[in-house]
C-alpha cells in the first residue's frame, strides 16, 4: 500500500513564478490536509479538503495561494506570483474517515525555493 | 488563540540518560498526537493518544496524556543516538480535523 505521495520533491521558481504542488492521498483516503513548515520551524495548518470540496481554509494566505482536490487526481496546491517568502516545505497528509483516530499520514513534502 | 507550546525547545542529552519532553495547549482536546521529524524528512507518527490518562511505550519512548491539566509528555529512557530529531506535538481540538503543533524540540544525543 502506497503512502501519501508528492510530486515535485524540490521545486525551484523565479519570484514572479507560479508554484504547482501535487498530493497524491494513500488509497482509500478521501480526506487531504496541506501544512508549510518555514526554516527552522513547526508545521503551520493551511487547508483541509475533501473530494470536490473545501472544508477549512482557515490557515491559507489570502491572496495568491489556492488549493482544490478534483474528483479524479491528485489535490493541487496552487502558489501564484511567488515571493521569496514561500520558500518552504511543504507537506501533504491524508486520512481515512470514519477512522478512530483520525490519525493524518504524511508524504515526503515538497521543498519549494524561490529565488 | 490555540496555543500549542513545547519545552524545552533544545535538548542535548548524553547518551544512556532520562529525560522528558513537555507538551502543554490552551484549549480542550480530544486528540493528541507525538511525530518525529529527522533533517530534511517528513514526519514519521510515533504516537495517537486519545484520551485521559492514556500512556503508550514503544521502545525508548513512551508519551502520556493528561486532559484535565492540558499536558503531554514524551518520556525518553536511556537515550541512544538514533533518537536524535526533532520532535513534535500536535493537538486536533474539538470540531475540528486541523493538526495544531508545538514549537518542536530538537533533540540532539552526544555519544
Known amino acids: 500500500n502506497a503512502g501519501v505521495m508528492q510530486n515535485p520533491r524540490h521545486l525551484v521558481r523565479r519570484r514572479g513564478q507560479e508554484a504547482r504542488l501535487r498530493c497524491s492521498p494513500m488509497k482509500g483516503h478521501s480526506h487531504v490536509y496541506w501544512y508549510r513548515q518555514l526554516p527552522e520551524e513547526g508545521l503551520k495548518f493551511m487547508v483541509y479538503l475533501q473530494k470536490e470540496n473545501i472544508i477549512d481554509e482557515s490557515g491559507m494566505p489570502k491572496e495568491r495561494f489556492s488549493a482544490e482536490f478534483p474528483k479524479e487526481g491528485p489535490s493541487i496546491l496552487r502558489i501564484q506570483q511567488v515571493v521569496r517568502g514561500d520558500s518552504a516545505a511543504y507537506f501533504c497528509a491524508s486520512s481515512l474517515p470514519g477512522q478512530p483516530s483520525y490519525e493524518q499520514y504524511f508524504g515526503p513534502g515538497t521543498r519549494l525555493t524561490v529565488t | 488563540e490555540l496555543k500549542v507550546e513545547q519545552n524545552p525547545l533544545f535538548l542535548s542529552m548524553q547518551e544512556g540518560k532520562n529525560y522528558t519532553i513537555y507538551c502543554n495547549y490552551s484549549?480542550?482536546?480530544?486528540?493528541l498526537y507525538w511525530y518525529r521529524q529527522d533533517p530534511g524528512k517528513s514526519l514519521e507518527s510515533l504516537f495517537v493518544l486519545l484520551s485521559n490518562g492514556a500512556v503508550k511505550q514503544e521502545g525508548r519512548l513512551m508519551a502520556s496524556l493528561d486532559t484535565k491539566a492540558r499536558l503531554s509528555t514524551l518520556h525518553i529512557t536511556a537515550a541512544v543516538h538514533d533518537l536524535s530529531a526533532t520532535y513534535f506535538c500536535?493537538?486536533?481540538?474539538?470540531?475540528?480535523?486541523?493538526?495544531?503543533f508545538g514549537t518542536g524540540t530538537r533533540l540532539t544525543i552526544i555519544p
Open positions: 500536535a493537538v486536533v481540538y474539538f470540531g475540528n480535523e486541523k493538526l495544531t
Open positions: 484549549t480542550t482536546s480530544d486528540r
